[in-house]
């Protein structure tokens, strides 16, 4: 019964900070847009659909604004 207690404790120990962390994204070429492929590093189930619909001025990068609103919005996770 100690080890059942003890495992679920470390469980829902870990399961917490999961919840509590933050996705880190990368901007990979430093040029301040973020490209589909640097968000799939993030993000590996963005599809291009999801993207192209973040992408609001469709030059195929998104920009801190475009990203936020997605993120805002469900299309992309925050």
Do not use: H, R
Not at 23 to 35: C, I, K, P, R, Y
């Amino acid at each position: 019964m100690k080890k059942l207690l003890l495992t679920l404790g470390v469980i829902s120990t870990v399961a917490a900070a999961q919840a509590d962390a933050k996705t880190v994204l990368t901007d990979a070429n430093e040029d301040g847009m973020f490209s589909y492929e640097e968000l799939l590093v993030s993000f590996p189930d963005l599809t291009a659909d999801a993207f192209g619909a973040a992408d609001t001025n469709g030059d195929g990068q998104l920009d801190a604004d475009e990203l936020k609103a997605a993120q805002a919005a469900g299309t992309i996770p925050a």
